[in-house]
């Protein structure tokens, strides 16, 4: 059993779930012990973030080391290309996510408290995030996921990060406009059967964490 330590609307930890599910692991969601940023659970985790794995006492952090550890740990289905240079786009575009376009979003987290918002900021943020969306469209070609038919990692992360930018657009009007490859892409993540059950559980957790910033 995998002990998954992770808060429900954490990104990060979202995409680590979808790797589990795709592999058919057991997996359980354990709070940070102490709670969020707590000296405790530093204490366990020296990275402070989440998520983080126990897998029988070996403790690992950062989603993107942990889905590569699952990966090789149950390597049915691969998700990973077999084709080395098709591998390595996966794994730019994987990076991508986490350190371009995730960013972009997460800055926003602060303002999502109307009483809290600094409105110039969002306004140059959301061209900062538009930015980052429209260069998502010219250095990925989905067919119809990242790396053809099925769910593979690079694909985790944006199921996750497209769902939390399509949640805050309501309440936060940010306005941004897919460009069509990745509305059909988003689309395409919503389809499939790992993220459609991921998300049943992930959004509700979304509205809740975004109902509970806008209510201060
Ligand atoms: N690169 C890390 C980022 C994880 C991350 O930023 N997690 C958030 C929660 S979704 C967090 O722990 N933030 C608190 C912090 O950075 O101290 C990963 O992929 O796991």
């Known amino acids: 059993m995998i002990k998954l ?7 990060y930890s979202a995409k680590v779930r979808l790797v589990l599910r ?29 998520p983080a794995i126990d897998h029988d ?9 942990i889905n590569e550890y699952l990966n090789e740990l149950a390597p049915e289905p691969p998700m990973w290309p077999a ?11 994987a990076r991508f996510h986490d350190t ?4 972009s979003l997460r800055a926003l987290f602060d303002h999502v408290d109307p009483s809290k918002r600094d409105y110039d ?6 061209g900062v995030i538009a930015g980052r969306i429209e260069q998502l469209a010219r250095i990925a070609t989905p067919s119809p996921l990242m790396t053809g038919k099925h ?7 944006y199921a996750i ?33 790992v993220v459609a059950a991921e998300l049943a559980t992930y959004r509700p957790a979304l509205a809740a964490w975004i109902e509970s910033e806008v209510s201060g």
């Open 151 to 157: 769910l593979s990692l690079c694909d985790c992360g």
């Open 5 to 11: 330590y992770s808060i429900p609307p954490s990104v």
């Open 161 to 193: 990060t497209l769902e939390m930018l399509s949640q805050l657009d309501g309440p936060m009007k940010l306005g941004i406009m897919l460009p069509e490859p990745v509305a059909r892409y988003m689309a395409a993540l919503r389809a499939d059967p």
């Open 57 to 65: 006492g070996f403790l690992l952090a950062d989603s993107e080391a």
């Open 22 to 50: 795709a592999k058919g692991l057991d997996f359980e969601d354990v709070l940070p012990p102490g709670g969020y940023g707590s000296d405790a659970y530093k204490a366990l985790v020296p990275y402070g973030t989440l």
């Open 83 to 93: 084709d080395l240079r098709q591998r390595a786009q996966a794994r730019a575009l």
């Open 100 to 103: 371009r376009l995730e960013p």
């Open 121 to 126: 900021f969002v306004a140059r943020q959301t």
